[in-house]
């Protein structure tokens, strides 16, 4: 099932609920944005590894987001307008939510 399903049938409560990292070793792991929601996973990762936030300029992620289309962002869907105008709008909101969180990271890595 994927995220969009998820959301769609349960809501994001029930899938941040259900989100965990891996308990295996030495692994890189590439987490959605979201993580960072809930305490347990900062927790965790900053228990067993580096955090390193890939810190991408929200125009570039808008535009990506905005030639592949939202359907597999279900938070995404929340705006008006053409898709880089909507994608643009919901990635500044949630980096405004999300921010503080994501820079408790190890490494801030600027991809601009």
Do not use: C
């Amino acid at each position: 099932m994927s995220v969009a399903e998820i959301f769609k049938l349960h809501g994001e409560s029930f899938f941040r609920k259900k989100e965990r990292l891996s308990s295996k070793k030495q692994l890189v792991v590439s987490t959605g944005g979201g993580a960072v929601v809930r305490d347990v996973n900062w927790d965790y990762m900053q228990k067993k590894g580096i955090v390193v936030w890939l810190d991408v300029p929200l125009e570039a992620l808008a535009q990506r987001i905005a030639a592949v289309g939202t359907h597999s962002r279900p938070l995404l869907h929340y705006e008006d307008g053409d898709p880089y105008t909507k994608a643009l709008k919901r990635l500044s909101y949630l980096l405004e939510q999300r921010g503080k969180n994501y820079a408790k990271a190890n490494a801030r890595v600027s991809l601009e």
